[in-house]
């Protein structure tokens, strides 16, 4: 996500993203282009009808022609220019963040205004004032945004997280910080690690507001995602076997990835699973004595709750979020049709080199049951992958059959990391 700077003096905050034009602003800046030039040429090339004794008497009259064509010339680029960018700032959605706007709250400009340094310059790092940043899109979202950051300083937050939740759908993230407490739901009868993982709880420890389902029995029953259908139910069905007993060809099992790495080099020790549904994989990597994060938001379900129950890493974070890891950290990535984003193939380009950048060399990426909903979506990811150079422990093509008794088509992979130079 892009990040909101704030200009000191004009109580603006602007956002700074390199960003792609469309084609429209292409042929726009292509006929720009193509008809300054015509002017130029017909500047510098056209000469008065005289005769040649009167062609010396005209020599500064041309040069200051010539010279109002090229002054002339240069105010349309400009002016071309300031349109050009207005035009993309609208398209894209990066727009000035107006402090002084009365759609933007007294908490949201708190929040924003830049915090000198008391000690002035910091020798280490040459800033001297702290500035808070919000997600470029939430200036698209100012009226969610203000409610969201309407409540009393010092007293409790409303009970507002799927409000939260909604901005960061809407490409507002990170959310800015709050001056009041969060609401305390009393987390009674958990138990210790590792009892935890496969421990069921009362509904009364989960935060429901917000969501459909107001119980564990209610989510047990739907498919949540293609990733989460029953997950919840961690006592019995089959998520109980999920990642130690497959079902088909496609449902790799968990001690037969780890042994494909060994012990060599560190073995697997740290991971990341995206999309994590109700944390399964998470916890039977800590069987193992692995460490897992999970990343996963709550749509439709209190995962982070339950996952966080369970004794492992819960990462509230949405998938258009640079991930919050340095490079090189994880021995394994875990994902499954998480992977499947909408919108521009440049979009899941960002997002498989972020993973690549949070892998270690050598470290697996496991893809697991991706479906491909058809022949070119299977061909796109295919190529993609193939372009990081990654080393095919297992890749498996397979079909199973739906709900609706169609066949379907599922990819499960394990690459490995190339070392590159």
């Given at each position: 996500m892009g990040s909101v700077s704030l200009k000191i003096g004009d109580g603006t905050a602007r956002f700074k993203k390199v960003s792609y034009c469309s084609s429209a602003l292409n042929l726009l800046m292509l006929f720009s282009v193509v008809t300054t030039n015509l002017f130029a040429l017909y500047a510098f090339t056209s000469s008065p009808k005289n005769t040649h004794h009167l062609l010396i008497p005209h020599t500064h009259k041309n040069i200051s022609i010539i010279s109002e064509q090229v002054s002339l010339i240069l105010r349309e680029i400009d002016s071309s220019q300031k349109k050009l960018a207005q035009m993309e700032k609208e398209l894209l959605g990066y727009e000035s963040f107006d402090l002084s706007s009365p759609k933007v709250t007294s908490e949201v400009r708190t929040f924003l205004t830049p915090h000198l340094l008391p000690l002035g310059k910091d020798s280490r790092t040459g800033i001297t004032e702290m500035v808070a940043s919000v997600g470029h899109s939430c200036v698209k979202s100012l009226d969610l945004l203000g409610q969201f950051m309407s409540y009393k300083v010092n007293g409790v937050c409303p009970d507002d997280w799927s409000l939260g939740q909604k901005l960061i759908l809407s490409g507002c993230e990170p959310l800015p910080r709050r001056r009041c407490f969060g609401k305390i739901v009393n987390k009674v009868g958990l138990v210790s690690f590792p009892d935890s993982l496969w421990s069921n709880y009362s509904d009364k420890i989960y935060s429901w507001s917000g969501i459909g389902c107001k119980n564990l029995a209610c989510l047990n029953v739907k498919k949540l995602n293609r990733d989460c259908a029953g997950c919840f139910d961690i006592g019995g069905g089959y998520e109980r076997l999920r990642y130690v007993k497959g079902r088909g060809k496609n449902d790799f099992l968990i001690d037969d990835v780890l042994g494909m790495l060994g012990n060599g080099g560190g073995g697997v020790r740290i991971g990341f699973d995206i999309g994590g549904g109700s944390g399964t994989f998470a916890a039977r990597m800590a069987e193992r004595g692995v460490t897992i994060v999970t990343a996963?938001?709550?749509?439709?379900?209190?995962?982070?709750?339950?996952?966080?129950?369970?004794?492992?890493?819960?990462?509230?974070?949405?998938?258009?979020?640079?991930?919050?890891?340095?490079d090189n950290v994880f021995d394994l990535v875990h994902v499954g049709n998480a992977l499947d984003v909408s919108g521009r193939p440049?979009?899941?380009?960002?997002?498989?080199?972020?993973?690549?950048?949070?892998?270690?060399?050598?470290?697996?990426?496991?893809?697991?049951?991706?479906?491909?909903?058809?022949?070119?979506?299977?061909?796109?990811?295919?190529?993609?992958?193939?372009r990081f150079g990654y080393k095919k422990l297992k890749w498996v093509v397979g079909e199973k059959i739906n709900g609706a008794g169609k066949s379907e088509v599922y990819l499960s992979a394990v690459l490995q990391k190339p070392v590159r130079v």
């Open positions: 996963t938001l709550n749509v439709d379900a209190p995962f982070n709750e339950f996952i966080a129950a369970r004794g492992v890493f819960p990462l509230y974070l949405s998938l258009d979020n640079r991930f919050p890891f340095h440049e979009k899941l380009e960002f997002l498989m080199f972020d993973i690549d950048r949070v892998l270690r060399a050598g470290g697996l990426f496991w893809l697991d049951n991706f479906l491909c909903t058809n022949e070119d979506k299977k061909t796109a990811l295919t190529r993609l992958i193939e």
